[in-house]
């Protein structure tokens, strides 16, 4: 990620670090002038930076997990013409939810961000009762056989093609093998 870039991660932790530390210093110099509103606003600051250190790991644990579950699906459904898009929708999910979940941390635009969650959730939920089990009952079913058939078909493929590659080992593992190790043929 930062291949371009002329900072390498240590020394992006090394400046985070020193505006911490400068911070931190700043407060103890004001604090000695009683309370201003100089000392109130760095006091503000240093009070957030734990939140905000704990938003970063959020987002870095949500883009570690989102981007082993995108490899996990993709490859597990590597067979499927939609084995990439399945991942990708997933990895999507997850980045979403990290960056919700580090913005409700960090306080940062939680009135906007907590009714944007409730209100995809419940779209989702509303597009999924109403569309699937409600009004489009007739569509839908022929959008699920035609789902279900084109998976079904891809996954005959997949076992077949998985069968016939175990076969093909097997039977090459045997030709393989030394002579003292192989049974007997039976001369019929």
Not at 136 to 147: K, N, S, T
């Amino acid at each position: 990620m930062l291949a371009g870039s002329k900072y390498d991660m240590t020394a992006i932790i090394c400046k985070v670090v020193y505006a911490a530390l400068l911070l931190i210093t700043l407060q103890l110099g004001f604090g000695v002038f009683g309370p201003n509103p100089v000392s109130d606003m760095i006091n503000g600051i240093v009070a957030w930076l734990p939140r905000g250190i704990v938003a970063i790991v959020l987002i870095v644990v949500a883009m570690a997990v989102a981007n082993l579950v995108r490899d996990i699906v993709t490859n597990a459904l590597s067979s499927m013409s939609y084995g990439k898009t399945v991942g990708t929708i997933a990895w999507a999910g997850i980045v979403a939810l990290g960056v919700i979940a580090a913005l409700g941390q960090a306080g940062i635009a939680t009135t906007v961000t907590q009714p944007v969650l409730y209100a995809a959730l419940a779209a989702g939920a509303g597009i999924l009762i109403v569309g699937v089990g409600g009004g489009m009952i007739g569509p839908m079913r022929q959008r699920w056989e035609r789902w279900l058939d084109t998976a079904e078909q891809e996954t005959a493929k997949a076992r077949a093609s998985s069968a016939g590659a175990y076969q093909a080992g097997r039977e090459d593992a045997l030709t393989n093998q030394p002579v003292q190790d192989r049974e007997p043929m039976d001369p019929m």
